[in-house]
């Protein structure tokens, strides 16, 4: 099946930066929109970012909006999502995802990354 690795996540202070990365196996990456999930200790994975197969389309959670930004390269098979002005609820592991559609439903992807921690210090 199709393989994604998350990477890129660390501790950081509040107000700085990451930018994580979420590379995949697929010959056909091209072909999948990819979204960013989150999930915090005792809470349910939520929406952060998505984007269209061809990165034409891009949706952010308003919680992050004008903070991440969500970015594809085709050609590198890779996703990434640009974390700035960081917060300490934005602590969380931070998964990548794969499916048919551009969406914030989690349901409809179909692949998964093991996740990467993301902590943020006050």
């Known amino acids: 099946q199709v393989q994604l690795v998350e990477s890129g996540g660390g501790l950081v202070q509040a107000g700085g930066s990451l930018r994580l990365s979420c590379a995949a196996s697929t010959r056909t990456f091209g072909n999948y929109a990819m979204g960013w999930f989150r999930q915090a200790p005792g809470k349910e994975r939520e929406f952060v970012a998505a984007i269209s197969s061809t990165g034409w389309s891009a949706y952010h959670a308003d919680s992050v909006k004008g903070r991440f930004t969500i970015s594809r390269d085709n050609a590198k098979n890779t996703v990434y999502l640009q974390m700035n002005s960081l917060k300490p609820e934005d602590t969380a592991v931070y998964f990548c995802?794969?499916?048919?559609?551009?969406?914030?439903?989690?349901?409809?992807?179909?692949?998964w990354g093991q996740g990467t921690q993301v902590t943020v210090s006050s």
């Open positions: 995802a794969a499916g048919p559609r551009t969406t914030t439903w989690k349901d409809e992807y179909n692949y």
